[in-house]
């Protein structure tokens, strides 16, 4: 459906390119953390570790991986602001070739022009603030969920080399990617599992080539500590911004001094094991929770289009919860979790809850309305610096997700596809 097939709103797309290039030049010179990345491959080529110190000047650490650092060893030659714009400019294809496959797994075209722009803009609001963070921070999730999707459609077209080489290297940059090995064995998708252990092998040990065998093992070792789950710094991660499980329940069950502001936040004062084996159980509870999603079916394909994204939107969902030290703009993983809610709202106001009824419907309103509260109302940019402070330093973000999970979990696919097949009939 074309959204400006009139002439007199011909002129918009051009008028968005316009302000889409202006916003790109105006992000590229915060220069974000891809700033950190290019002072990790400078340290890289000066042959030292770039784990575990304060870069771009002592305001963050490199926490990606060996490869990632060398690839980017050429570039930095270059102004930040020149790599940093070529990356945000390769963001706006990631975005466009993910909504590519979230609109094959959707199916729009029952949906009026108005319902349509519904459907987009209740999508696109939801997700906001997470997209806006990885353009203000110049960030790496957008490149990790198209690398997911993009892998998944060339597995689905047979080129199960290409697709496994796309997932090995977003797994290799940021471990996160790993969570669909899982799912892509229980759909007997046993080819492209042993085509990703074998690329994610060689690419771990690529950069022996250029470093030498015995500084590429060292720095794996390095990288393994700071990624490590289990260590000091990631198993009890209290500090201010860093949302998900581990802080979340960190912060609730134990005195902690990891934030800026003095609000006590903990309701139990639980010694350090005992909240380690609480946050691996919570850990352990969602994952489980998978077999929800995927109906406690083994090695099967999944039983549609639409299924198939509603599991795959829980997956990606819960990865920056069970995954520690994540940062808010690694919650724009859960954009797809809450495009297909959008699209449940909008498909049966479409169809007049034949299929739900009207109080399910407005169940699920009221929770993904409290989750956008929890979530984006909560940005400096509504309520004020202070606000957005005391608002992190409680971890709304986590508890918004988690909000989502239970609305999606009340979103099943079959009370869409039994609506699409009464309307065939």
Not at 138 to 167: D, P, R, V
Request: with cysteine; proline share 3%.
């Amino acid at each position: 459906m074309q959204l400006f097939n009139n002439k007199r709103y011909k002129f918009i797309p051009y008028v968005g390119l316009v302000l889409l290039a202006a916003f790109l030049v105006k992000e590229c010179f915060r220069e974000g953390d891809f700033k950190v990345f290019l002072d990790a491959a400078k340290t890289l080529k000066e042959h030292h570790s770039m784990y575990g110190i304060w870069l771009n000047e002592g305001s963050a650490k490199y926490f990606y991986s060996p490869l990632f650092a060398l690839i980017l060893m050429p570039f930095i030659v270059f102004p930040a602001y020149v790599i940093s714009f070529i990356w945000l400019c390769a963001n706006v294809y990631f975005l466009v070739r993910i909504w590519k496959f979230i609109s094959l797994k959707l199916d729009i075209t029952v949906f009026t022009k108005k319902e349509l722009y519904l459907f987009l803009v209740i999508a696109l609001l939801l997700s906001m603030r997470f997209l806006l963070y990885n353009f203000d921070n110049i960030q790496m999730t957008i490149f990790l969920l198209w690398a997911i999707f993009e892998s998944l459609l060339l597995f689905e077209k047979g080129k199960n080399k290409s697709g496994a080489f796309l997932l090995a290297l977003a797994i290799n940059i940021k471990l996160m990617p790993i969570v669909i090995i899982p799912y892509l064995l229980l759909r007997k998708r046993f080819i492209p599992v042993l085509w990703i252990v074998a690329f994610s092998i060689v690419l771990l040990y690529l950069p022996a080539l250029f470093l030498g065998f015995e500084f590429n093992n060292f720095l794996i070792r390095e990288w393994g500590k700071v990624i490590n789950p289990l260590n000091n710094d990631n198993s009890i991660d209290a500090s201010y911004g860093v949302q998900g499980l581990t802080p979340w329940l960190a912060t609730l069950l134990m005195k902690t001094t990891g934030g800026e502001l003095s609000y006590k936040r903990n309701i139990a004062e639980l010694d350090m094991a005992t909240v380690n084996w609480v946050i691996n159980i919570a850990r352990a509870a969602f994952i489980v929770f998978t077999l929800y999603f995927t109906g406690f079916t083994f090695f099967k394909k999944a039983k549609s289009k639409l299924r198939m994204f509603w599991e795959l939107s829980y997956i990606v969902l819960i990865a920056p919860l069970v995954f520690p030290h994540q940062q808010k703009y690694a919650f724009f993983l859960a954009a797809p979790a809450l495009t297909y809610m959008a699209y449940f709202i909008v498909y049966h106001y479409h169809s007049k809850f034949k299929c739900i009824s009207y109080s399910r419907w407005v169940f699920v309103i009221v929770l993904v309305s409290l989750s956008f509260i929890l979530n984006t109302l909560t940005s400096d940019m509504f309520i004020g610096y202070h606000w957005s402070q005391i608002t992190q330093h409680y971890k709304s973000i986590t508890y918004g997700t988690i909000i989502v999970v239970i609305a999606l979990a009340l979103c099943r696919p079959s009370y869409i596809e039994d609506g699409i097949e009464r309307s065939i009939v």
